[in-house]
């Protein structure tokens, strides 16, 4: 009877201890800011590197300094770099703070940089979108066979509705989060190259290298409450 209730003490005591451990692993892991530039082989600033780490979806892209940021990056996160149409994958390995070298070869060059992960927070808050979208690559909407680039993402992106008007010079109606007001314009915000315009109508849909669709564009403040449409053109691309 005694051998029994030590075996009790000490299976109480191990489930104790499993806990303080799992604690302190949780602990250890946890999601904090992370900063970043990438460079070429000369050190010329890449501007549009998509960056991201478990979901392409969160995601953001190196401004022209070459410069980004994320909010949500674990110590053993990987970190997964886009450009001209080669992937990179870089261990974080605990480190804030990153310059990347994209070469000519599929393995880059990252070293840890203190002073960019101490810019801190407030760097990294206005440069990530930690916001759902849907990307759409600009050869798949040329492939459609329409020559107008709203046309061309009918049925491309769920929830995306867009009614044709039939009648030149009127842009078709477009809604990506629906009727969100009865007497309000519901039409989502249009940004090309970073520049909010009034209108998509005037893009060859051939220039177009993606299209981003984000349902929440809360980054745009007030603008963005009806969602937005994001296109970066092949123009926009090289500057």
């Known amino acids: 009877m005694k051998n029994l ?24 892991e946890q999601h904090v800011y992370f900063n970043g530039v990438v460079t070429d082989a000369f050190k010329s600033p890449l501007k549009g590197v998509r960056v991201y780490t478990r979901s392409r979806s969160y995601s953001t892209r190196t401004n022209k300094e070459g410069k980004f940021g994320l909010t949500d990056v674990g110590e053993g996160d990987t970190l997964h770099l886009e450009y001209q149409k ?27 940089d203190q002073e960019l ?4 927070y407030g760097f990294v808050k206005r440069r990530e979108k930690v916001i759902s979208s849907s990307g759409i690559p600009g050869e798949v909407l040329a492939r459609t066979g329409k020559t107008n680039l709203l046309d061309a993402m009918i049925g491309l992106v769920p929830g995306l509705y867009v009614v044709p008007n039939g009648r030149p010079g009127i842009s078709p109606t477009v809604r990506i989060r629906g009727e969100n007001s009865i007497l309000a314009d519901c039409t989502p915000l249009f940004v090309v190259d970073g520049v909010v315009t009034p209108s998509l109508d005037y893009l060859n849909i051939h ?33």
């Open 86 to 112: 080669q992937h990179y994958a870089i261990p974080v390995q605990g480190r804030r703070g990153m310059r990347i070298v994209l070469g000519d070869q599929l393995v880059p060059q990252a070293s840890e």
């Open 5 to 28: 209730g030590k075996i009790c003490v000490l299976l109480l005591l191990a489930g104790c201890w499993q806990s303080a451990e799992a604690k302190k692993t949780k602990a250890s």
């Open 207 to 239: 220039d177009v290298e993606s299209v981003e669709v984000l349902k929440d564009a809360s980054i745009y403040g007030v603008r963005g409450a009806n969602g937005a449409i994001l296109v970066h053109t092949k123009t926009g691309k090289r500057k």
């Open 117 to 120: 992960a101490d810019i801190g």
